[in-house]
């Protein structure tokens, strides 16, 4: 196989009598290689009472093993080159290995190391603590972050998503080593693993590499998938700070039905509402027109967990009730009327040439066949959706769109001040 090996590359490495799905590219473009490992289940929203576990777990992951401690370990994979960092999103947490290809028997046996013995001390769980705390008091005046996560609230009320994936101080103070290990027992499990493997390796070779460690994860069990819905009625909540501008953020339901049939129109109608930046139509509206802010967006979240449209802008806080309304009758207006031929083909144009470049990195290959393998996708599914952009009519978009009024039912997270007397 090369750089040009077709994007549907999907095969079942069977380890303890499971069948590990395995998501993989040869390029040999550069001498490197790149190894993710997925556990699904081990992100924020499987958190529970327990609010922050799978960051502050992926932070503990960061340290180093037990034997080396964090700094020594991060010394000795720099020795070689070597990457290994754990993230934890929404749904997942991933460990992603990097590595020049010379050193791939290295690097597996560095990752070997941090999985079978990570540095779970309770020294090392209360300098990630004291480091999430101080970004968590950091947060307090950040008036982007706590407009984003007052809408969430409104809009996912009663849900994990409506948590903060970073936690709070008080949940983050009431995490326990206990817990931390309870948590990467049962994420760094067999049944909840999907590989991902790229570069300039023998996909074959690199699995029978990752054997030993492999054999060495539980079972586990698979997490149920959840989904959400966004809250069906407007609501709005405002938190006054001390702030010369008004931070507006601001969502709405999206019953998204199948993707494989509705991604693509979902996404144009996205693009040209308000995704686009310049040209889309509030921005057009908002700052072009009014000069009411220097930016505004909009944009419509797919995923299986959750559909909704989620925006923002910022203003002067003289502009605030303007604003709001203008973003109110500009939706309004684009679900009433639609769009024009123009606005399709600029969609069209932007779409059909932006997209093929975020495939252009092999990471970014890699990326997209993981999210849509998530998804339940063919994994060259970007190449269907091309297509059915590039065939999209007018009539077609525009019934999709009249379609969607329930994102007329706008909720807002602010941020501004209170008005002196």
Known sequence: MNANTPSDNIKFYEVNSLKIPVLYEESSLLPIGSIQLVFIGGGSVYDGDKIG???????????????????????????KAIDISANAGTQTLGITLNFLKEEQKDAINFLHDLIQSPNLTQDTLKKVQTRTISGLLNKKNDFDYIARETLMGLLFQNTPLAHPALGTIQSVEGIGL???????????????????????????????????????????????AHHYEANP????????????????????????????????????????????????????????????????????????????TTGYLQTELKNQSKSIELIK?????????????????????????????????????????????????????????????????????????????????????????????
């Open 53 to 79: 576990l799978a960051r502050l777990g992926a932070s503990i992951l960061n340290e180093g093993t037990k034997e080396l401690g964090a700094t020594k370990f991060s010394q000795a994979l720099e020795q």
């Open 178 to 224: 206990a817990d931390i290990k309870a948590y990467i027992r049962e994420n760094l499990a067999l049944s909840r693993l999907v590989i991902i493997i790229g570069g300039d390796i023998n996909i074959d070779k690199t699995l029978a590499m990752l054997k030993p460690l492999l054999d060495t994860l539980p079972i586990g069990q698979k997490v149920s």
């Open 233 to 308: 009625k407007s609501r709005e909540k405002i938190l006054y700070k001390d702030t010369q501008q008004a931070y507006i953020y601001f969502g709405s339901p999206f019953v998204m039905g199948d993707l494989k049939k509705d991604a693509y129109k979902a996404k144009v109608m996205s693009l040209i509402l308000g995704a686009n930046g310049f040209g889309s139509r509030l921005m057009e509206e908002i700052r072009v027109k009014r000069g009411l802010a220097y930016s505004a967006y909009m944009r419509v979240a797919m995923d299986n967990i959750a559909s909704y």
């Open 329 to 421: 009758q500009v939706i309004d207006t684009f679900i009433q009327k639609g769009v024009t031929q123009q606005e399709l083909d600029d969609a069209k144009k932007f779409l059909l040439g932006s997209e093929p470049l975020r495939n252009e990195t092999l990471s970014g290959r890699l990326y997209a066949k993981f999210h849509n393998f998530y998804l339940g996708l063919p994994l060259d599914f970007d190449q269907t959706e091309l297509k059915q952009i590039q065939d999209l009519s007018l009539k077609e978009l525009n019934d999709y769109i009249k379609s969607h009024t329930e994102i007329k039912n706008l909720s807002f997270g602010i941020v501004s001040k209170k008005e002196g007397k």
